[in-house]
Nanobody, 127 residues
Framework: VQLQASGGGAVQVGDSLRLSCAVS????????MAWFRKAPGNEREFVGN??????????SYVDSVKGRFTISRDTAKNTLYLQMNSLKFEDTAVYYC???????????????????WGQGTLVTVSS
């Protein structure tokens, strides 16, 4: 299983950016996938996830990004996306995509819920 994250870059406050996570070795619609981020000096933080299609494909987000970030997937491209709008300075971090082999009924917002990770892509937001 390989996840390839891309799309990071340096932007200004208020800008938008879309991250991609190309998946190989798994059909992503059959698995719950998530985005996490890690800022310098902080723990890896849950950003949001999208449940597998068989569980309805619902999305969940951490409060700090609700209304600004959107997770989606393109099944034809087997790719996960994170659309980030109205970026803030505090969104600066390395962003990681993850895929979970298990399905859990609770909100899967722990890094340990996910079994494979992309290499991370850096997002830097400046004023």
């Amino acid at each position: 299983v390989q996840l390839q994250a891309s799309g990071g870059g340096a932007v200004q406050v208020g800008d938008s950016l879309r991250l991609s996570c190309a998946v190989s070795g798994r059909t992503l619609s059959r698995y719950t996938m998530a985005w996490f981020r890690k800022a310098p000096g902080n723990e890896r933080e849950f950003v949001g996830n999208i449940r597998r299609s068989g569980s309805g494909g619902a999305t969940s987000y951490v409060d700090s990004v609700k209304g600004r970030f959107t997770i989606s997937r393109d099944t034809a491209k087997n790719t996960l996306y994170l659309q980030m709008n109205s970026l803030k300075f505090e969104d600066t971090a390395v962003y990681y995509c993850g895929i979970a082999e298990r399905h859990l009924a609770r909100l899967m917002n722990r890094a340990s819920d996910y079994d494979y990770w992309g290499q991370g892509t850096l997002v830097t937001v400046s004023s």
